[in-house]
């Protein structure tokens, strides 16, 4: 039987790895890396380098493959269409991967940005691939240090305020449904449209990074209407500069009292 492992690699720090991780990559006889192209060639580099770190003496082999494109500029009604169509075309991929490039009873591995659980597809597509009945296998599943806790610890923080939720979204979302009622902290990933500044008139403070874990990480922190016009113009040079750009922020309030 073949087996693969869904590594969390962390938010992009080596040291984020956790010790079962180690453990899982020391294991594999097969990395799958999907190449983002070369905007994000350091991505593949970052992973190629924590490899280098923890893999050990023991042989393996790298299989590069190119990731699909995803539309990302569909209206909200194309939205559920457009990632469904990239998750059947990712799924093929992955799926020739598996069954061209790893023998029965060898075990592959997918590194994971961040934690396999959080906005991430790696688990749904392997599901996927199981369903259609072609190429058999299992899997196993690695937690990692999300951007999320990777972001609160960089600002020295905590996620909710005492007895308080808090809510992780995306940016499309929080821009559709407004800021929730029934939280306080409001954590939000992939959002590419900036929308914070949609709020940057209430009494909100934010916590925000780029490129959380990695040397080029940029944090930015206080009141939203005094540092909204600082993210912007810090992330707009931080994209021109690196063709791309992976920010995560907290929204926090205070909670009304009485």
Wanted: glycine share 8%.
């Amino acid at each position: 039987m073949r087996k693969i492992l869904v590594i969390g690699i962390g938010a992009g720090d080596p040291d984020h790895l956790t010790l079962q991780a180690v453990k899982a990559i020391t294991s594999a006889d097969v990395f799958f890396i999907l190449d983002k192209g070369q905007e994000k060639d350091d991505l593949v580099a970052l992973r190629r380098h924590i490899l280098a770190l923890h893999a050990g003496q023991r042989p393996y082999r790298l299989v590069d493959a190119r990731d699909p494109d995803r539309d990302r500029t569909a209206p909200t009604p194309g939205y559920g269409p457009a990632v469904g169509d990239w998750r059947r075309r990712r799924a093929d991929v992955c799926e020739r991967l598996i069954r061209d490039e790893l023998a029965e009873g060898e075990c592959g591995a997918f590194l994971v940005w961040g934690d396999p659980a959080l906005y991430d597809s790696t688990i749904g597509i392997l599901e996927d691939i199981l369903a259609r009945g072609e190429v058999s296998f299992d899997f196993e599943v690695v937690p990692g240090v999300s951007s999320v806790s990777a972001l609160a610890a960089r600002h020295r923080t905590g996620l909710n305020q005492v007895g308080r939720p808090v809510r992780i979204t995306t940016g499309r979302r929080l821009s559709e449904e407004g800021f929730p009622e029934d939280a306080d902290d409001v954590v939000v990933m992939l959002d590419a449209h900036r929308t914070y500044l949609r709020f940057r008139d209430e009494d909100l403070h934010i916590y925000w990074g780029a490129y959380v874990g990695t040397p080029d990480e940029i944090l930015v922190s206080g009141r939203l209407p005094e540092v909204a016009d600082e993210i912007t113009a810090v992330r707009a040079e931080a994209r021109d500069r690196k063709g791309w750009i992976m920010d995560t922020y907290l929204l926090r309030r205070k909670p009304k009292q009485g």
